[in-house]
């Protein structure tokens, strides 16, 4: 169900038909180097791998295990498409809502304890899959130049989307500026913490593996938990065009800060504490303007099945930035029982 990549299942009948893998044409017009993409998911789950080995897991169905081409590269290109092949892992599920709270506690465990994981990684080793990724104040200059290019000549349509994204324009720094003066530190962290970025056990419905690594790269624990966050407390799809659907549930923020915390609060600084709250806000509106600048610019970037796709989803992040900001201070002083 992702947006970017193009995935398929493939069966094989090697090995009496059993084994299954995962390939993906990596979009190469948003991963501009996918040899060193590459590089760092080889990095990353080989990390993993013996991370899990010492845990006493399965490495097989808790990380990700990519297989090499026959020229031993871990992608293969015809010159113009890149792909890549992982092992399928059997027996398992993914989430495109949070359908329970056990679930929801579950993903944040699964995250929590995979930002503690990179906690050992060097960060001097991963290329900067997407330059200034969760760059809030360059998304909302992106989403200016959208506005002014206007090239699918949607910008008359949109008025209150636009007026809502541009009044915020003083937020859009409050992440950002402290990363850049060192009051939150950058950590090495996922950047894309969805919760249909896990995969469960089908069976007994334990997260086992966290997914889509194409953008590890330095960052901040304040993003990766307030992707979940955005995400997983939603009560209706990322995409729903209903929006009385669309509500925050400050019972799943509970549930989640939970379990994040109960894997990371010893590591977390003060500022990170502080700021993880605002950091949901934040994720939110800039997954907004992000679809709101592709509405504009003719969905380039984010795989669209419908018409007003984009502008779909960027009414729901809207919807729940507006939320959110009316229940931060309680958001806060969730954060605060469970970092005791
Ligand atoms: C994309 O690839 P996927 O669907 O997991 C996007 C994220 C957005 C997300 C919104 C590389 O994630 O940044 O938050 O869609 N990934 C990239 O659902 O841009
Ligand atoms: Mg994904």
């Not at 897991?57 to 498409?81: A, C, H, Q, Y």
């Not at 000549?153 to 809502?164: H, P, Q």
């Not at 949901?280 to 419908?306: K, N, P, Q, W």
Request: aromatic share 10%.
């Amino acid at each position: 169900a992702g947006h970017i990549n193009d995935t398929y299942l493939v069966k094989t009948t090697a090995n009496g038909g059993k084994k299954q893998y995962i390939l993906q044409r990596v979009n190469n017009s948003i991963f501009k180097d996918v040899p060193r993409l590459m590089n760092n998911i080889k990095l990353v789950t080989e990390f993993a791998r013996k991370t899990v080995i010492e845990r006493g897991g399965d490495p097989d169905r808790e990380t990700m295990k990519l297989i090499p081409s026959k020229d031993g590269n871990v992608f293969w290109t015809d010159g113009e498409n890149y792909f890549r092949v992982y092992l399928f892992i059997e027996d398992s599920a993914a989430y495109q809502i949070a359908e329970n709270p056990e679930i929801f506690y579950q993903s944040a465990v699964a995250f929590g304890r995979f930002a503690a994981m990179l906690a050992d990684f060097d960060a001097s080793l991963l290329y900067e899959s997407i330059p200034q990724f969760h760059d809030t104040k360059k998304r909302f200059n992106d989403l200016l130049n959208a506005i002014e290019e206007n090239k699918a000549g949607r910008k008359d349509s949109v008025k209150a989307e636009i007026e809502f994204a541009l009044a915020r324009k003083e937020m859009t720094g409050k992440i950002v500026d402290k990363l850049a003066s060192g009051e939150i530190p950058s950590r090495v962290t996922h950047n894309d913490t969805k919760l249909n970025n896990v995969l469960f056990d089908a069976k007994t419905n334990k997260a086992l593996a966290v997914i889509d690594l194409d953008t590890i790269m330095p960052g901040s624990t304040c993003y990766d938990f307030g992707d979940s966050i955005r995400f997983g407390c939603n009560t209706a799809a990322e995409d729903e065009p209903d929006l009385d659907k669309v509500d925050f549930s400050l019972e799943l923020f509970d549930v989640y800060a939970k379990g994040y915390l109960s894997e990371l609060k010893g590591c977390l600084t003060e500022s990170e504490l502080d700021n993880l709250s605002l950091g949901a806000i934040m994720m939110t509106y800039e997954c907004g303007i992000r679809f709101l600048e592709d509405h504009l610019r003719g969905d380039v970037y984010f795989r669209t099945s419908r018409e007003n796709h984009n502008l779909d989803r960027a009414r729901t992040q809207f919807k729940l930035v507006s939320l959110m900001e009316k229940r931060l201070p309680e958001m806060q002083a969730i954060i605060r029982k469970y970092a005791k």
